[in-house]
């Protein structure tokens, strides 16, 4: 009995590789990934002299002549990772339609690729525009989209100063999870409004007083959490500093930013994958509380020997 023969195998050459256009655009540093989708519509590039105006084709960067607006890409950026310390006053974003100062200004300085070009940066997560500190800029997508998965539980560090001293009950309120948004009236599921309670956080307090100050390690980062918080437990958050994420610690002045290590990145990359990370024992200077201004005393200034003191008038004879 002879068999029949068998169903002839799919030629996988046929299929497509390579990575599609507009993640080849993104990693060249051309734009962001949604408006490389826009310069493709739009009839801007080419790949081996055709005009390429639809989306989903995927070519080889190492291979493909791309063209963008004429000019030839050569192949992706060199990955790069800073950390910078944001002063208070700086809005977290690449443009801010209200003009207020952006944390891209601070970055102004050039920042050459592999190819003289200009590295294009974004930061990674946000501080609000009164808080300050530690924030990452880079221009690994990958590393930065796994940063901020709530899943990935990296852990950030801040330094918090509160107005007025929050009872210890509040404050283990904090430490176990606490609800910090109600839902708008058009979010009401099963008879009431939708609730997000915070995850497990770890406070201790740094300097006591009338308005003490506390450091505070979240593993999520909502929009205006710690502020809100606070405002659960009755009390107004005056200061916020960022000194940590993962491992790193803050280091450089406000308004500069530095290159990070090849094991600062890995240790990132680490924290992104859930894996324990622990930061370096010895706490740097820009991540430490500033001790308190001592008050002057001015003393009384002696008046020199053989001078006459202020006239006093006269007693009549």
Do not use: C
Not at 32 to 48: D, M, P, W
Not at 134 to 149: F, P, Q, R, V
Not at 291 to 316: D, E, I
């Amino acid at each position: 009995m002879t068999k029949s023969p068998s169903a002839p195998k799919p030629d996988t050459n046929d299929e497509p590789k390579g990575d599609r256009l507009q993640k080849i655009l993104a990693q060249a540093g051309i734009a962001s990934r949604r408006k490389a989708e826009e310069i493709i519509l739009e009839g801007r590039v080419q790949v081996n002299g055709v005009i390429v105006n639809t989306l989903g084709t995927r070519h080889d960067a190492l291979k493909d002549h791309i063209r963008v607006d004429g000019k030839l890409l050569h192949g992706p950026e060199q990955q790069r990772y800073y950390m910078l310390n944001k002063p208070r006053g700086y809005v977290t974003t690449l443009d801010d339609p209200e003009k207020r100062p952006t944390v891209m200004q601070l970055m102004a300085k050039q920042k050459s690729g592999p190819h003289g070009d200009n590295v294009r940066l974004y930061p990674v997560g946000r501080l609000d525009y009164l808080s300050e500190g530690l924030i990452l800029m880079t221009n690994d997508g990958n590393l930065a989209n796994a940063l901020s998965k709530a899943a990935a539980g990296v852990e950030k560090t801040y330094l918090v100063k509160i107005s007025g001293t929050p009872p210890a009950s509040g404050l283990d309120q904090i430490r176990r999870g606490i609800m910090i948004d109600r839902g708008r009236l058009d979010e009401i599921r099963s008879g009431r409004r939708d609730r997000i309670i915070t995850s497990p956080a770890k406070i201790e307090l740094v300097r006591g007083g009338d308005n003490p100050w506390y450091e505070l390690t979240l593993i999520e980062g909502r929009n205006r959490q710690i502020r809100k918080m606070f405002e659960e437990i009755g009390h107004h958050v005056e200061k916020i500093r960022r000194i940590g994420y993962g491992a790193l610690r803050l280091d450089v002045p406000p308004g500069e930013f530095r290159e990070l290590t090849l094991g600062e990145v890995m240790a990132l990359d680490r924290a992104a994958k859930g894996k324990k990370v622990v930061p370096k024992k010895k706490t740097p200077e820009f991540a430490q509380l500033k001790s308190p201004a001592k008050k002057k005393f001015s003393k009384p200034r002696r008046q020199p020997t053989g001078t006459k003191s202020a006239s006093r008038p006269r007693r009549p004879n």
